[in-house]
């Protein structure tokens, strides 16, 4: 539940203000927690460079693709950032539509500096850390879990028995 508890308070961080039915958003990353997003968000583009993470995206009804197959006119008011890279940071700047919220879920490594061009200034973005989970967004994911919004099938590729992860 905590890791989608995580998940809830980058949402509810993003979303704040927003009409979410008339709000497009793209996520960054199809690893577990892009896919918890995705999964969320219900209607999305998810983006990510790796073929099999694209696949296992659309296998489970989210409209995956490679960043290369966006449009250069395609742009979103609602990005989340999923991995915690530069390269995937720079890719929300270039997808942000003007006034558009970057939420930066992962952090990138201790020893680096994320560096923001200038065209967030100019564009007028906001970005947003998302840290962590409270009591209300514990309650949130356990709502959408109950509701089966997500099922651990899809976004857990093996599962094992204790005994068994020493080896895994």
């Not at 999923?82 to 939420?103: K, M």
């Not at 065209?119 to 409270?134: E, K, N, T």
């Not at 509701?147 to 204790?162: F, P, W």
Request: glycine share 6%; hydrophobic share 50%; with cysteine.
């Amino acid at each position: 539940i905590e890791p989608l508890a995580c998940v809830m308070k980058s949402w509810s961080l993003g979303t704040m203000g927003r009409d979410m039915a008339t709000t497009s958003v793209a996520i960054i990353g199809m690893g577990v927690m892009g896919l918890m997003h995705a999964l969320i968000a219900g209607h999305c583009v998810g983006l990510d460079l790796n073929p099999k993470r694209v696949a296992w995206a659309q296998s489970i009804g989210i409209d995956a693709k490679d960043p290369a197959c966006l449009s250069e006119s395609e742009s979103f008011p609602l990005i989340f950032v999923c991995p915690g890279n530069q390269a995937a940071f720079d890719l929300a700047i270039q997808i942000a539509s003007p006034g558009a919220t970057i939420v930066l879920f992962a952090p990138l490594d201790p020893q680096s500096t994320l560096q923001v061009r200038s065209a967030a200034y100019f564009r007028d973005l906001s970005i947003v850390h998302s840290y962590s989970c409270g009591p209300m967004d514990t309650l949130a994911a356990k709502t959408q879990l109950e509701a089966r919004v997500m099922r651990h099938e899809q976004v857990v590729s093996d599962l094992i028995a204790i005994d068994q992860l020493p080896a895994a």
